[in-house]
């Protein structure tokens, strides 16, 4: 069986019947009105679902997040086909603005924390859209705090020089004081140590249980995002090549010998990897 028949039979009902918080329905970006990003990538968020987005740099996961999030227009791109659906109701031509106070906030790849701020102020600027009252906002910082401790030992430092962890952490915090439904995480791991890594990862599965909180993480570190993601989809110049629960695609030989350098059970070496797309059946 080809991998596009494996690919359609693995994904043939991600989970239909399973309310979605987010549906991406074959959407197509340009930017510039000339340059074709993505081309009909469709996808899926449970209700308190964490999903993976998966791919090496470039492969569109960064455009996807920017399209869901209504970022697009600040670099001159814009979705030219297609339906972006959330909580029911289509967002496509919605502002970023209107997104967040739906519910739906996206963390930057890079952190981008505001560095001439403390940290509890950066976290205060993540309630700018509210309109309940500084006891509600009060209370979400003190609860922002018990998940991150070490955000509560900085608050008063300027968050440019904190770590790159930390800062990694303020932005969640940030977007966790919008008091949100989904959050979209760009590369949560890019430059940061494997300890700090595996610590962020376990909040955002701590946050998804107890607050109910949805996710996308668009990731290339794909063995860390399938260890905490129920589902993922791998993207490939602009379009979705495979799908499937987590643990198939952690099983999948391409996916082990072509993401995680694994090839009959051995870690291959970069030598041997860098050539992969030579053999690579999804692109024939």
Not at 90 to 107: D, F, K, N, T, W
């Amino acid at each position: 069986m080809s991998l596009a028949m494996q690919t359609k039979t693995a994904s043939a009902a991600p989970a239909a019947a399973v309310d979605a918080i987010l549906t991406v329905k074959n959407i197509e970006v340009i930017y510039d009105h000339v340059i074709l990003v993505l081309k009909g990538v469709s996808l899926e968020v449970p209700r308190g679902g964490i999903v993976a987005l998966l791919g090496a740099n470039g492969a569109g996961k960064t455009t996807t997040l920017k399209a869901i999030s209504s970022l697009l227009y600040s670099e001159r791109g814009e979705v030219t086909k297609g339906a972006i659906v959330f909580d029911g109701e289509e967002v496509q031509a919605r502002s970023p603005s209107e997104l967040v106070r739906r519910g739906c906030i996206q963390v930057m790849e890079g952190r981008h924390v505001f560095g001439h701020l403390t940290v509890e102020e950066n976290l205060l600027t993540g309630a700018f859209t509210r309109r309940d009252g500084a006891a509600a906002i009060r209370a979400d910082i003190d609860r922002v705090y018990q998940y991150f401790p070490r955000l509560k030992e900085r608050k008063d430092s300027m968050a440019g020089y904190t770590s790159g962890g930390e800062q990694q952490m303020c932005a969640i915090g940030r977007a966790l004081m919008s008091r949100p439904k989904m959050i979209l995480l760009d590369e949560p791991s890019m430059g940061l140590a494997p300890q700090i890594v595996e610590e962020i990862f376990e909040i955002v599965q701590s946050l998804n249980e107890k607050e109910n909180v949805s996710f996308l993480l668009a990731e290339q570190n794909t063995n860390m995002a399938l260890r905490y993601a129920r589902y993922g989809y791998i993207l490939e110049n602009g379009r979705v090549v495979m799908d499937g629960d987590a643990q198939s695609l952690r099983e999948n030989e391409d996916v082990k010998e072509f993401y995680l350098g694994i090839a009959e059970g051995k870690r291959k070496s970069f030598r041997e990897g860098k050539h992969y797309k030579r053999r690579k059946r999804w692109l024939a």
